[in-house]
């Protein structure tokens, strides 16, 4: 751990809490009769993913993939790659994608073509945070958390170099 990294709380505990509570609500008007699949993206999303499902007294399942769009550091490299895929088929069935974080969204956007591929029900997605100004390729939240300001951001889930994703409150790294 870089002992010499500053943080500051941006959002505390307590909001990230209300938050995800906040879309636990929508998401559950939206699927309680619907058996959907919550797909987590790993690994920035399991906090959140854990935290989500335990405010949904509805059936629904869970699957995660795990997809790679960064090189070390804190720079998109722009590329994507499926390095664990999912493990069940979703043809048919009502799709929730669970992010992190929206960013250039080239990640997000790799993802959904794929997901619709496979020809599920339907499919939308859930970003606990997104970097609007940081865009690359439109995107649409269809339930969203915090919108954040163009600094990176950690805690929660969210790392930087795997450092910091045990942090309960979300945090910018300032550099
Ligand atoms: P995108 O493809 O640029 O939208 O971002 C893809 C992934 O980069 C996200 O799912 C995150 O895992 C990671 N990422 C982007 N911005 C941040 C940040 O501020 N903190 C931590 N991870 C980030
Ligand atoms: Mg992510």
Do not use: W
């Amino acid at each position: 751990m870089n002992a010499k990294a500053k943080l500051t709380v941006l959002f505390h505990r307590d909001e990230i809490d209300a938050m995800v509570g906040k879309l636990a609500g929508n998401i559950s008007r939206e699927y309680r009769t619907k058996h959907p699949v919550l797909i987590g993206v790993l690994k920035g999303s399991f906090i959140f993913m854990a935290d989500l499902i335990r405010q949904l007294d509805f059936p629904l399942e869970v699957d995660f993939i795990r997809l790679s769009s960064y090189g070390p550091g804190t720079t998109s490299a722009g590329k994507v790659r499926v390095e664990h895929a999912l493990r069940n088929p979703i043809k048919g069935r009502n799709v929730l994608v669970i992010e992190d974080i929206v960013d250039t969204g080239i990640t997000i956007n790799f993802l959904l073509d794929l997901l619709r591929q496979e020809q599920p029900a339907s499919l939308k997605l859930c970003a606990l945070t997104d970097k609007p100004s940081r865009r690359q390729v439109p995107v649409n939240i269809d339930f969203r958390g915090f919108t954040v300001p163009d600094k990176f951001i950690v805690g929660y889930g969210l790392d930087c170099n795997e450092q910091f994703r045990n942090l309960p409150d979300i945090c910018v790294l300032e550099d």
